[in-house]
């Protein structure tokens, strides 16, 4: 398992509890703390020092507050995930495994929506997809929300771009649950593991 990766999509206080609260939200971070745990099994597990067997990387969406996928702005959401808001952060139990290098910030630029991962940077200015390959991973296992939209079109770009993508179905959380099972068997058709 050394050529893989964890992805954790967007697993951010709007989304779990927030302007945008998703079904499932709340088990899909405890799932995804459940796979983490077998990751870091052995070691200090205090949030410093976690080596993890592979590399887990975050995905954050993170607006200007006049974003344009905002209602006022005549989008389809309501405002969330503002930069610097508690919406923003990702869900605190997981923050100890958030290191910055390996944290993609998304949705920035005022005037485009993004829901792809596949294109966020890094702070030091290094998209998700060429940290992957630094990182000689060649499998990832994406989790997060939501899976109709953030993590299948992270899902689909990693998938495009080479990579073989397994979703974990236990730990994602929806927008709709009938959109959510649409989503998942659309993107096995399409070649992306669910499990
Ligand atoms: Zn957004």
């Not at 398992?1 to 697993?11: E, P, T, Y």
């Not at 899976?147 to 080479?162: K, P, W």
Request: overall charge negative.
């Amino acid at each position: 398992m050394k050529d893989s990766a964890l992805i954790v999509v967007d697993m951010l206080y709007d989304f779990i509890d927030g302007s945008m609260a998703c079904g499932h939200a709340e088990e899909a971070v405890a799932a995804t703390l459940k796979v983490i745990g077998r990751l870091t099994a052995g070691t200090a597990g205090d949030g410093a020092g976690i080596v993890p067997a592979y590399p887990i990387l975050f995905v954050r969406d993170h607006h200007p507050a006049d974003h344009c996928s905002f209602t006022a702005q005549g989008g389809p959401w309501p405002s969330h995930c503002v930069q610097g808001t508690r919406g923003a952060d990702i869900h605190e139990a997981l923050q100890p495994y958030a290191v910055e290098e390996l944290t993609f910030f998304k949705g920035e630029d005022r005037d485009r929506e993004q829901y792809s991962g596949f294109e966020g940077f890094n702070t030091a200015g290094q998209s998700l997809s060429e940290v992957l390959r630094l990182l000689e991973v060649d499998e990832v296992l994406v989790c997060g929300i939501a899976t109709e939209y953030c993590v299948r079109n992270t899902a689909e770009d990693l998938l495009r771009d080479g990579f073989r993508v397994t979703v974990l179905k236990d730990a994602l959380a929806w927008v709709d649950p009938e959109g959510h099972a649409a989503a998942l068997a659309e993107m096995e058709v399409e070649g992306i593991k669910v499990k």
